[in-house]
């Protein structure tokens, strides 16, 4: 069974930083996109970061200059290294991969994590 994990959540004063861990496991053929998105309270989910199998980033305007996507093809994982955290930045985090698990279908499909909350406060 594939599934994604995610790791490193918790509570942070503000200006602090978190790393956040995301592990994909299962028959697992191939990695494309992974990334990170986040849903705050009341608020809807929102990307935070992604990144291709070619390492090409893409972020948040709210985050950039303060958040650091990476991925270890290795171990199927995606790292969300966190700082100059600010309250806003409270949310649970979710990952997803685009993860191809069959040979006989050429396309992967999107699957996704169950979370895992930040809390910054002080």
């Known amino acids: 069974q594939v599934q994604l994990v995610e790791s490193g959540g918790g509570l942070v004063q503000p200006g602090g930083s978190l790393r956040l861990s995301c592990a994909a496991s299962?028959?697992?053929?191939?990695?494309?996109?992974m990334g990170w998105y986040r849903q705050g309270p009341v608020k809807e989910r929102e990307l935070v970061a992604t990144i291709t199998s070619r390492r090409s980033t893409d972020y948040a305007d709210s985050v950039k200059g303060r958040f650091t996507i990476s991925r270890d093809s290795a171990t199927n994982t995606v790292y969300l290294q966190m700082n100059s955290l600010k309250p806003e930045d409270t949310a649970v985090y979710y990952c997803?991969?685009?993860?191809?698990?069959?040979?006989?279908?050429?396309?992967?499909?999107?699957?996704w994590g169950k979370g895992t909350l930040v809390t910054v406060s002080s």
């Open positions: 997803n991969a685009d993860l191809r698990t069959s040979y006989s279908v050429p396309d992967g499909m999107i699957y």
């Open positions: 299962g028959s697992i053929i191939s990695i494309g996109a």
